[in-house]
């Protein structure tokens, strides 16, 4: 098995959901955890210190808005200050509310300026976080990038035009960054989820239905956890996944092909 004591994880976003999950599966293998959150500086502060008490390793919390590309560079600065490495960068953190309208909605009420924020939140967000994460890798050797992704983008969700397009290219843009980062030993990968019980998922207007729909479609006849998420994205950064870049696992408890 291997050895993850003592690496450190960036993750984006890991204040609740998916992205807390993700956190905490590394925290518990020992890896040093430096995530960030937007609007809940108070549950992250609270994390930090629970995941530093329960597991013994370095965590801290940093505020980072994804609508703006340029705060990635100071966020990194800041955590080569408090930690010495960086081997796995998660891009999870997603927007809601405000600034998807105009981009979670029916296609005739698609507007431009929604589809281009989910576009920088998903896609920018990625690219200039990898990059910042790559440099840190490089100077150690070698490391792994996750994007979350979503089946949204392969099978129809109602009102999730704008979140589907832009998965489909954030995961195109995942194996571009696989092949030219693969000589600084680096590994680019995407999970794409299912349906999982999380806020994001709540804030859906038919949150019910699709809740119902896809424990009906699931092979396992149940709805998937963040937990779920989390081992798929803690797999793809250990030495086991070690020959797996530029690739896609689809997590999703069977929904997908039914
Ligand atoms: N839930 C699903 O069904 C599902 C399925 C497949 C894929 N995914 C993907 O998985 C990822 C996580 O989703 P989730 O369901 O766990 O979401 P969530 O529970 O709503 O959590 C969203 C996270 O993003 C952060 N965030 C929100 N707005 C931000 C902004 N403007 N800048 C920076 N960070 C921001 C939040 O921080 P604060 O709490 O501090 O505001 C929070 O930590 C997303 O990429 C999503 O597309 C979700």
Same mark, same amino acid.
């Given at each position: 098995m291997s050895n993850m004591k003592g690496k450190t994880l960036v993750i984006t976003g890991a204040t609740k959901g998916i992205g807390q999950a993700i956190a905490e599966k590394f925290a518990q293998q020992g890896v040093n955890i430096a995530f960030t959150y937007n609007s809940n500086g108070e549950t992250a502060a609270i994390l930090a210190q629970e995941w530093e008490s329960k597991y013994g390793v370095k965590a801290r919390a940093y505020p980072?808005? %994804?609508?703006?590309?340029? +705060?990635?560079?100071? *966020?990194?600065?800041?955590?080569?200050?408090?930690?010495? !490495?960086?081997?796995?960068? =998660?891009? #999870?953190? &997603? %927007?809601?509310?405000?600034? =998807?309208?105009? $981009?979670?909605?029916?296609? &005739?009420? *698609?507007?431009? !300026?929604?589809? #281009?924020? %989910?576009?920088?939140?998903? =896609? #920018?967000?990625?690219?200039? $976080?990898?990059?910042?994460?790559?440099? !840190? &890798? +490089?100077?150690v050797g070698g490391g792994a990038v996750v994007t979350m992704s979503s089946t949204g983008n392969l099978i129809y969700i109602e009102n999730y035009a704008g979140h589907g397009t832009n998965k489909a290219a954030v995961e195109a843009m995942a194996r571009y960054a696989a092949v030219e980062l693969g000589e600084m030993n680096i590994r680019v990968n995407a999970v794409s989820g299912g349906p999982i019980d999380t806020d994001a998922l709540k804030a859906f207007t038919n949150y019910e239905e699709v809740k119902a729909e896809t424990i009906k479609r699931s092979a396992l006849n149940r709805m998937g956890s963040p937990d779920d998420i989390a081992g798929a994205v803690y797999f793809l950064c250990t030495e086991e996944a070690g020959w797996i870049t530029g690739q896609t696992i689809i997590v999703d408890g069977g929904t997908t092909f039914r």
């Open positions: 980072l808005n %994804i609508l703006e590309p340029d +705060e990635f560079k100071p *966020l990194f600065e800041a955590i080569d200050a408090d930690f010495d !490495r960086v081997d796995f960068f =998660v891009s #999870n953190a &997603m %927007i809601y509310g405000r600034p =998807v309208v105009g $981009g979670y909605g029916k296609f &005739m009420r *698609l507007k431009p !300026r929604g589809l #281009n924020n %989910i576009y920088t939140a998903t =896609v #920018n967000a990625f690219v200039v $976080g990898t990059q910042e994460a790559a440099k !840190r &890798m +490089e100077k």
